[in-house]
């Protein structure tokens, strides 16, 4: 395929992508890693030094930086006094010994898109129909703070305010106390979305996100762009099983409450589950804390995180049932306690299409191969797209690997979807979604 360049509004440009890696290479030093990931969790201090250096970077550049009530940051540059704005973003935040492109590399790309639009209105007379914003959302891992996507749940009404803000980690730091030791958590709401805003004010017309695709799709195509359609359904859940401490020497195996053998026979029930429905349904236990975890002590408690996945919300709700009766036959077998301590879920559900077109034009006017395709993951454009026009783009990640320090994205990758990012914001902008 060859470049449209008279459809183009801002045509590549080989110096903006240069500045584009040179910035990732700066910003992935921001709590690096021995083996070439991340260590960036929510609100630590290495999630701060990235933040305070995205905002130096975005003011030199002429936008004005603020954080609302939840710690989300962003970037704001005025075209059209009064009107609203086109946002485009990701996460800093990282796994535990992350990956440096997952969410990062969204961020990036978005701010560099947005300067080049700012830079591009301000000498072409053209006439835009709304503002440029870029947003950093808070805790979109929930590595640190549960659940995941956290600052774009309260964006969007999905998670309350004050339970998201006195949300504790392993340490009993809340939400608010990290934030606030950061002087990262704003007093109002920069935006108005919906009814559940009382203090916010300026107008959202649309979203735009990049991100790797976390998944071997585009890399075992040979395809450079992901269209992205739809997005899988997830259920999270946060359990307690519940037995009773003893000895392991002295407690006969009849009368043990295990609570360790009975979350063992959860994750094992779990995994029977997908085994049972195959390719439509993926499920998995993320975590385990085992109390008291001592070497000669019957576990009393497990704290356990599990979650089903699914394409299909008719599936997930019958895998659901399922896990249901499997926690009532464990409970009888292991003589433990199950209780649901926290649930979170999405469903399935199909992105803007006129958004899917739209960048699907942008790419072929790019000249760049692309693909429709679904995610698994979820990201917070599948809080964002129930509210307002949404855009999601994957760029490949070779080998499907995410959330783990040799996580890897080509370079040709980086620059082609910041340029398609670029195009297609500024479409947004024009007044196309």
Same mark, same amino acid.
């Given at each position: ?28 030093? @921001? ?33 004005? =930086? ?11 540059? &005025?075209? =059209? ?56 959302? @808070? ?13 774009? #749940?309260? @964006? ?14 392993? /340490?009993? %730091? ?35 996100? *990049?991100?790797? +695709? ?7 195509? #040979? ?14 859940? &946060?359990?307690?099983? =519940? ?57 009393? +408690? ?17 895998? /659901? ?7 009532? +036959? ?42 429709? %395709? ?12 129930? *509210?307002?026009?949404? =855009? ?5 990640? %070779? ?7 040799? +996580? ?20 947004? %902008?024009?007044?196309?979604?």
């Amino acid at each position: 395929m060859t470049t449209n360049t008279d459809r183009l509004r801002v045509p590549a440009d080989a110096s903006a992508d240069r500045d584009l890696l040179a910035d990732f290479v700066t910003m992935s030093a @921001f709590g690096a890693t021995e083996a070439g990931g991340v260590e960036r969790q929510a609100a630590t201090a290495s999630d701060g030094e990235n933040r305070r250096w995205l905002a130096a970077w975005l003011i030199e550049r002429g936008f004005t =930086v603020a954080y609302d009530r939840v710690g989300n940051m962003f970037g704001l540059y &005025e075209l =059209v006094p009064g009107a609203p704005y086109v946002l485009a973003g990701s996460h800093l935040d990282s796994q535990p010994r992350g990956g440096r492109y997952d969410g990062a590399y969204g961020v990036l790309a978005a701010a560099h898109a947005m300067n080049r639009l700012r830079d591009y209105y301000s000498r072409h007379d053209v006439d835009a129909r709304y503002n440029l914003a870029v947003v950093n959302w @808070f805790n979109e891992e929930g590595s640190r703070f549960k659940p995941s996507m956290q600052g774009s #749940g309260v @964006f969007t009404g999905k998670i309350e305010l004050e339970v998201a803000l006195g949300t504790v980690d392993s /340490d009993d %730091v809340t939400v608010q106390q990290a934030l606030g030791d950061l002087n990262m958590l704003g007093e109002s709401d920069v935006f108005t979305v919906g009814d559940h805003h009382r203090q916010g004010g300026l107008g959202v017309a649309s979203y735009a996100e *990049i991100h790797i +695709e976390q998944g071997r799709e585009l890399d075992k195509a #040979g395809v450079v762009m992901g269209l992205v359609d739809s997005t899988w359904g997830a259920n999270k859940y &946060e359990i307690a099983v =519940v037995g009773s401490q003893s000895h392991t020497g002295a407690t006969a195996i009849a009368d043990r409450q295990d609570a360790l053998y009975g979350a063992s026979l959860a994750v094992v029930a779990l995994r029977d589950l997908a085994d049972r429905y195959g390719d439509d349904l993926h499920t998995s236990c993320g975590q385990l804390t085992v109390f008291p975890n001592s070497p000669v002590v019957v576990a009393r +408690e497990v704290h356990m995180h599990l979650d089903l996945r699914s394409p299909s919300d008719d599936l997930l709700d019958e895998a /659901d049932s399922a896990l249901n009766r499997a926690f009532a +036959e464990i409970e009888l077998k292991a003589d433990v306690e199950i209780q649901r301590r926290f649930a979170h879920r999405w469903k399935g559900h199909t992105y803007t299409p006129e958004g899917v077109e739209l960048a699907g034009r942008v790419i072929d006017d790019l000249g760049i191969s692309k693909q429709k %395709v679904r995610t698994r993951a979820g990201h917070d454009s599948t809080n964002m797209k129930d *509210i307002v026009p949404t =855009v999601m783009l994957f760029i490949p990640s %070779v080998d499907g690997v995410s959330h783990a320090e040799n +996580e890897y994205t080509h370079d040709k990758d980086l620059v082609s979807g910041a340029d398609v990012l670029t195009e297609t914001l500024a479409r947004m %902008v024009e007044g196309e979604l």
